[in-house]
């Protein structure tokens, strides 16, 4: 069992709800120029006072078998309608690899079978939804940090984008973290989940655990990792599919 994350604080809690609160109308965003600009500056301060109050290592908790949720939602998209991906779901995914690129020296790509030779991680941990309901699941995969290594991150990349097989829409989804959270040892990119192969409704072959935010983040058929700079000229600028409608980048619990 690895330590709790317990403390979370009066302000992160108040900054969170003010967040959660203002975005119960984010459809209307696009025709409130001043509630963008006091979300943006909520958010700066939320991740400010987060990187302050817990260590910069601090695991979420993690639990036993015993805890595991009866039956595990699935979150957002369960079947892409992309037809690449249908073709590789049908394979069972032999001829599918992860490819890694963007500011990193040593441009890659993966096959399931080379990702799981990796050295792996198993955590039991709970997934938070902005929605508003939770469930424990069971996590292997291996950590991103060890795909980090492999590929070489130069210097000038601040961000680990994902790209996504799934579209909402019209657009594909993608999302992005910070690379605190990418070396973070409980950050995966996790292939089985309850001790089986991950199934497509849960983000098959592979999906995004980054256990110290909302679930929202937790990007799911992650097709293509990109190491950036900036945001600029990808979707809206905002590093998400959600971000770009609203929601905070930072999605720290």
């Known amino acids: 069992m690895t330590p709790r994350l317990d403390r979370r ?11 959660t609160s203002l975005l119960g109308g984010c459809d209307d965003l696009s025709g409130r120029p001043w509630l963008r600009r006091l979300l943006g500056g909520a958010e700066e301060v939320n991740l ?29 998209s369960t079947d892409p309608d992309d037809a690449d991906y249908r073709r590789l779901a049908s394979g ?3 001829d599918w690899r992860l490819q890694i690129g963007g500011l990193v020296e040593r441009p890659q790509g993966f096959s399931l079978a080379e990702l799981r030779a990796m050295p792996a991680r198993t955590q039991i941990t709970r997934h938070d939804c902005v929605e508003g309901w939770s469930c424990i699941g069971k996590w292997t995969g291996v950590p991103l940090a060890v795909l980090l290594q492999r590929v070489g991150v130069r210097p ?5 984008l994902f790209r996504c097989a799934d579209t909402l829409e019209d657009s594909l989804y993608y999302e992005s973290i910070g690379l605190d959270d990418a070396y973070h040892p409980q950050t995966i990119l996790a292939y089985d989940m309850n001790g089986g192969a991950l199934a497509v409704a849960h983000g098959a072959p592979l999906r995004l655990r980054v256990e110290r935010q909302l679930g ?7 097709m293509a990792v990109e190491l950036v700079d900036s945001f600029a000229g990808i979707g809206s600028g905002r590093g998400g599919y959600w971000e770009d409608r609203g929601y905070e980048w930072y999605a720290g619990i």
């Open 9 to 19: 604080g009066f302000c992160l809690r108040t900054l969170a709800g003010l967040g």
């Open 48 to 76: 400010w006072l987060q990187r302050r109050v817990l260590p910069h290592q601090a695991l979420a908790r993690e639990y036993g078998e015993a805890d595991l949720s009866p039956e595990f939602r699935a979150n957002g």
């Open 92 to 94: 069972g995914f032999a």
């Open 156 to 160: 000038a990349a601040r961000f680990v």
């Open 216 to 222: 929202y983040k937790m990007a799911k058929y992650v």
